[in-house]
């Protein structure tokens, strides 16, 4: 498995991880409404394009395969997802510790996601702490998330 930075010929991967993993995995955290609302179904690929020319995520391949992405810059971690399959295979945690080392080589001391309910106990093991607790409308459904934040990364 390696790290790459973002590559064009992934931009449809990515949004369809993006939606599978989060229908797929965070089931026992949300509801149907919410997971719709948070990723529809009917992806809109445009948009994707747009975001990840502006975002350039750092992608987790294995065998060519997408298997992971997070989207890092300044001191906040954007999406952050990893393959529903691949759970618990330690791509996420290649990815939280490919983050470390740029923060350490941009000498930033403090790290900031907004975490779902389902990713809170991922970047708690890696030391975050909640600020805060937060409820985020996404057309007329409420979500929850966590502000979590990481001193001396």
Not at 47 to 73: C, N
Not at 80 to 87: A, L, T
Request: aromatic letters at 14%; charged letters at 30%; a positive charge.
């Amino acid at each position: 498995m390696k790290i790459i930075k973002y590559n064009d010929k992934y931009k449809k991967e990515i949004p369809e991880l993006f939606t599978n993993t989060i229908h797929k995995t965070c089931h026992k955290d949300y509801t149907k409404e919410q997971l719709n609302a948070w990723a529809k179904l009917d992806i809109d690929y445009k948009a994707w394009e747009k975001r990840l020319v502006k975002t350039k995520p750092y992608l987790a391949i294995m065998d060519e395969k997408l298997v992971g992405f997070a989207e890092f810059y300044d001191d906040y971690i954007d999406c952050f997802y990893v393959h529903h399959e691949y759970q618990g295979c330690g791509v996420g945690k290649m990815l939280i510790n490919h983050i470390f080392k740029i923060a350490k080589e941009n000498e930033q001391t403090l790290l900031k996601v907004d975490a779902s309910i389902t990713a809170k106990p991922f970047f708690e093991k890696f030391g975050f702490k909640v600020l805060k607790k937060n409820r985020v409308k996404r057309g007329n459904i409420e979500l929850t998330n966590f502000t979590m934040l990481l001193s001396h990364c």
